[in-house]
């Protein structure tokens, strides 16, 4: 594969619903992020990955955030409850190791909650 | 508290001239810089990075310069193509936290 792909790539939720983003890194990539970019601004950290190890989980605005990478490659971003305030970009990167500073973006999902 | 800051929203320049991107940061711990450039329902893109013990780095079109003291960072792009109409957005990081601090982005339009 490529790049980082991401899906889905639009997602319409209703205030309330559960949602869940998929990512699928670079093949072989050791660390997967997840950012979140609202309108007009830069992407925020929200967690990271090294293989299946959530190493940084700072970023996470709520419980209402979970992600997982179960076999240290796809991963999951879950947002419980979605409200208004979550609608945003988010986006994926992986970098090759844990040493690259260079990471790598998806395309990634446009949520928005009504 | 804004640690990577772009001050310039927007940037028009004329094609073939040159394009100047400024940055400034205020965590001196960050020890390596990125840019990124985006376009509209795309991921950033890495363009060119330097680390805290360099000045200056070359790619191509693309040098980015790193005044240290002055905790500011530019990339420049000379000469400038309508191609490179896009948002771009600095990065920074220390070493061993891995995530990546972004500023708030610059729209370059490159007029032909």
């Known amino acids: 594969g490529a790049g980082v792909s991401q899906s889905p790539r639009y997602k319409v939720a209703k205030r309330g619903q559960d949602v869940a983003l998929r990512c699928d890194p670079i093949?072989?990539?050791?660390?997967l992020f997840w950012y979140q970019q609202a309108l007009g601004q830069g992407p925020e950290f929200l967690t990271y990955?090294?293989?299946?190890?959530?190493?940084?989980k700072s970023g996470l605005p709520s419980d209402r955030f979970f992600a997982e990478r179960p076999e240290g490659s796809v991963s999951t971003l879950k947002i419980q409850r979605t409200q208004q305030e979550d609608s945003a970009v988010y986006l994926c990167a992986s970098s090759a190791t844990r040493y690259q500073e260079t990471q790598y973006f998806g395309p990634g999902t446009r949520l928005l909650v009504l | 508290d804004q640690q990577v800051k772009q001050n310039s929203p927007s940037l028009s320049v004329q094609e073939g001239r040159i394009s100047i991107l400024n940055c400034d940061y205020t965590n001196s711990m960050f020890d390596y810089f990125l840019w990124y450039k985006k376009y509209p329902a795309e991921g950033p893109t890495f363009l060119i990075s330097i680390s805290s013990i360099k000045d200056k780095n070359e790619d191509g079109r693309f040098t980015v310069f790193l005044n240290k003291s002055a905790k500011h960072l530019s990339l420049h792009i000379v000469p400038s193509q309508p191609g490179d109409s896009a948002v771009y957005f600095c990065?920074?990081?220390?070493?061993?936290?891995?995530?990546?601090?972004f500023g708030q982005g610059t729209r370059l339009t490159i007029n032909p």
């Open positions: 990065a920074a990081g220390k070493e061993g936290a891995q995530k990546l601090v």
């Open positions: 990955f090294q293989n299946e190890a959530q190493l940084d």
């Open positions: 093949s072989g990539h050791v660390s």
